[in-house]
């Protein structure tokens, strides 16, 4: 199908961060769009509002008319619907064109300079960062990222730009549709074994991506990855860290709330970056999306004013309470080197104070995987306290609850298991000094009304 023979487009799981971005690029240039999702969020309630008819049944009758007319609309699914779904099984059986979120993606980046940024955790925030660098530049940009950025209360920029910024998620393999102009590599830290089966076939993943970039273009890899990449002639290679590499920081200055450092760069170093979202780990964050957005074109004024004035992502590093009483916020992660990296920066903005994480732990097979690393990185915290397991897409595996993360959480650790549903009454009979609700789950639907029971403990 011709990009202008669509008239209509559906979407099989509607609500996803990644896949409304998608929708809103669609409903902006004037489309029909509509869509199914499991369960109503915000976010459904949102396109809802921007025009997108959304519901919430699995029913064929529900599919409007204009979306039933295969000359005319395009069908984009994520890979966490199932192959039996209703109505995927309809517009399969009926010749519908059907595309990945990921296809739809690598379309645009063939047809603008995609800057994209891929990696296991660090792609939200890098992506996210650079977007907003690009955007306020002289260059600006349009951009598909995986969560809603605070600056402008989406996940979506349109622009007349030839750059696009996308987050490239390598779930499904999905990155492998796309044909970046240039890309950060954050981290391949082995995740979705389910899909991949081994940490090789997780990092040969990744090599192949690298071979992606387009000849012109660069790769810019946080240094000491296990990951060997493959790049097409022409392509220029950079790495990164936060204390070492061709883009690197220097003379950091961690206090009062804030962090400063100097930007070093083979093409112009920055002095005096600072961090509009204070967080330790994104130095690291801020170094990748820094580089990316240099190497395009921007200004060492516009990296400065871009990071000074970045207001961060929702669910990511989320502060929602900050006072001398009592510091809540949210974060959405979900892999041990995320949970790692997430207490890691809390312990070192509030090293003496006492540290609570209610985590969710996401998927049967990740804690399957994973549970001693988890147990591990949630021990650096002074207080752990477990729900149930996220589902998503899978069904339980037998003999994989919290518990297992729970029975190797290190001596010293004040710990406990509880439902999902007993979180609220647990929060209102409690006391905390710093609280983190931690996971990719539902959890953080209850976010709003922890922050309610804290803030009336304050008064």
Not at 122 to 135: E, F, N, V, Y
Not at 394 to 419: A, C, F, H, M
Request: hydrophobic fraction near 35%; aromatic fraction near 10%.
């Amino acid at each position: 199908m011709k990009p202008q023979d669509i008239k209509s487009v559906y979407f099989v799981g509607a609500g996803g961060i990644g896949m409304s971005a998608i929708a809103r690029y669609f409903i902006h240039r004037g489309l029909v769009v509509a869509g199914y999702d499991k369960t109503p969020s915000d976010l459904t309630r949102r396109l809802e509002k921007e025009g997108m008819l959304i519901h919430y049944e699995e029913n064929i009758d529900e599919i409007p008319h204009a979306c039933k007319q295969k000359e005319s609309c395009l069908v984009v699914y994520t890979p966490a619907i199932l192959a039996e779904h209703q109505e995927l099984v309809y517009f399969r059986e009926n010749g519908f064109e059907i595309q990945k979120r990921a296809q739809v993606l690598g379309t645009l980046t063939r047809q603008m300079k995609g800057l994209c940024v891929a990696g296991t955790h660090g792609k939200t925030t890098t992506s996210t960062m650079c977007a907003h660098i690009m955007h306020q530049s002289h260059l600006d940009c349009n951009a598909f990222l995986g969560g809603i950025s605070k600056n402008y209360g989406t996940n979506y920029i349109l622009s007349q730009s030839d750059y696009v910024v996308i987050e490239a998620d390598e779930f499904d393999r999905s990155f492998h549709w796309l044909s970046p102009y240039m890309s950060v590599i954050t981290s391949t830290d082995p995740d979705h074994l389910d899909i991949y089966g081994t940490k090789e076939a997780y990092l040969e993943s990744f090599r192949h991506y690298s071979e992606l970039i387009q000849p012109g273009g660069a790769l810019i890899i946080h240094r000491d990855l296990e990951m060997k990449e493959h790049l097409c002639e022409n392509v220029r290679r950079y790495d990164y860290s936060r204390d070492a590499g061709d883009f690197h920081a220097e003379n950091i200055r961690i206090e009062n709330g804030t962090i400063i450092f100097d930007f070093i760069s083979p093409i112009e170093c920055v002095k005096d970056v600072e961090l509009g979202q204070p967080v330790p780990i994104n130095i690291d964050n801020g170094i990748a999306a820094m580089a990316m957005a240099q190497l395009a074109g921007c200004t060492a004024e516009e990296l400065r004013y871009g990071m000074k004035t970045y207001g961060g992502v929702d669910r990511r590093f989320d502060f929602k309470l900050k006072s001398d009483k009592i510091v809540f916020l949210s974060d959405y992660a979900h892999h041990p080197k995320e949970i790692y990296q997430s207490a890691k920066s809390i312990r070192e903005l509030y090293k003496n104070r006492h540290i609570t994480a209610i985590f969710q732990p996401h998927l049967y097979t990740r804690t399957r995987d994973f549970y001693h690393e988890f147990a591990d990185a949630l021990s650096l915290l002074d207080e752990v306290i477990l729900t149930e397991i996220y589902p998503a897409r899978e069904q339980p595996i037998e003999g994989v609850t919290s518990q297992l993360i729970y029975d190797n959480l290190k001596p010293g650790v004040k710990k406990q298991i509880i439902e999902k549903s007993e979180v609220l009454n647990l929060v209102k009979s409690r006391t905390f000094d710093v609280l983190i609700v931690l996971g990719a789950g539902d959890l953080d639907n209850q976010v709003p009304q922890i922050t309610k029971i804290l803030q009336s403990k304050i008064k």
